[in-house]
């Protein structure tokens, strides 16, 4: 079951949480730490959440552990359903003990409403948006902008535009990490007709439009300062930029037939995900 919870998704969100949380440090806004723990526990309750329900309904021709006997796969369902709705329920407790005891503004209501719904459609039929070429993009906007607006509108109370200026370049490099993700598990996907944004696009597409996705989000990064901001808020983001394109190379080398090193590829897609979002956070704490 802990393959199951997906536990680099986990850390991810974590991660950015984080970094939404430094924002209003940054700001000159105090730390409070009960909801900064509040918040943390939505979040992460929220992203396990999302990996259970989607192993609940996965499709019946796709075993969910290897070897399983068709009753243990019952079971697994229905646990994981049960352990999916309890957590479900104390995200709602955790949200009513905030509307309880701290100021409550409308961008939390809205942050965590929208956390709640972007779960559902991406799991729950008849949406199930995994499956139908949209599962990375829902992933990508839960874990990158959802989650650290959540961290930060619970501290400062409402957003920001700081805020957004950094976390739509993440999305969209969360959103490149999470197609590198469908290379790898390509001929399973192929076998079981998953519904993967690189089917969706194929091959031949998917690979330029991660390009197109590394090369935006690193221009929307250099246009912070445009915005009124200084560009040294924005300057660690670019330390990643080599592995970006180490990144973009190894796509390249794939696409002219070279042998791939998957483990390889995605640890560089994680590196520039996972690394830019801590160099903006630690810019931001220590300033």
């Not at 243990?72 to 359903?81: F, M, P």
């Not at 599962?135 to 959802?146: D, K, P, Q, R, S």
């Not at 490149?176 to 598990?185: Q, R, S």
């Amino acid at each position: 079951m802990i393959k199951l919870l997906r536990p680099l998704h986990l850390f991810l969100a974590g991660l950015t949480y984080f970094l939404g949380v430094s924002i209003p440090a940054y700001l000159g806004k105090p730390i409070q730490l009960t909801l900064f723990i509040l918040g943390l526990a939505i979040s992460l309750l929220a992203q396990a959440t999302m990996s259970y329900l989607r192993e609940v309904f996965r499709p019946h021709n796709e075993p969910l552990i290897p070897g399983e006997t068709p009753q243990q796969k019952e079971t697994l369902r229905s646990n994981l359903l049960y352990i999916s709705f309890g957590m479900l329920g104390t995200i709602a407790v955790i949200f009513f003990l905030i509307y309880l005891n701290f100021t409550f503004s409308l961008p939390v209501f809205y942050f965590l409403l929208a956390s709640v719904l972007l779960v559902l459609v991406y799991a729950l039929p008849p949406f199930h948006l995994v499956n139908r070429g949209f599962g990375e993009l829902i992933l990508a906007m839960h874990v990158a902008y959802v989650i650290p607006s959540i961290g930060f509108v619970l501290q400062a109370g409402e957003n920001s535009r700081l805020l957004t200026l950094l976390l739509l370049p993440l999305t969209v490099l969360a959103l490149a990490y999470f197609l590198i993700g469908n290379f790898t598990t390509f001929p399973d996907d192929q076998k079981y007709e998953r519904g993967t944004l690189l089917r969706r696009l194929t091959w031949e597409r998917a690979i330029p439009f991660h390009h197109s996705l590394v090369a935006f989000a690193y221009l929307m990064f250099a246009f912070v300062p445009l915005f009124g901001f200084t560009f040294n808020l924005v300057a660690p983001a670019f330390l990643t930029l080599p592995f970006a394109v180490f990144q973009i190379f190894q796509l390249r080398a794939l696409a002219n037939g070279n042998a791939p090193n998957w483990k390889l590829l995605t640890s560089t897609a994680l590196a520039v995900f996972g690394l830019t979002s801590y160099f903006l956070t630690v810019t931001f704490w220590i300033r």
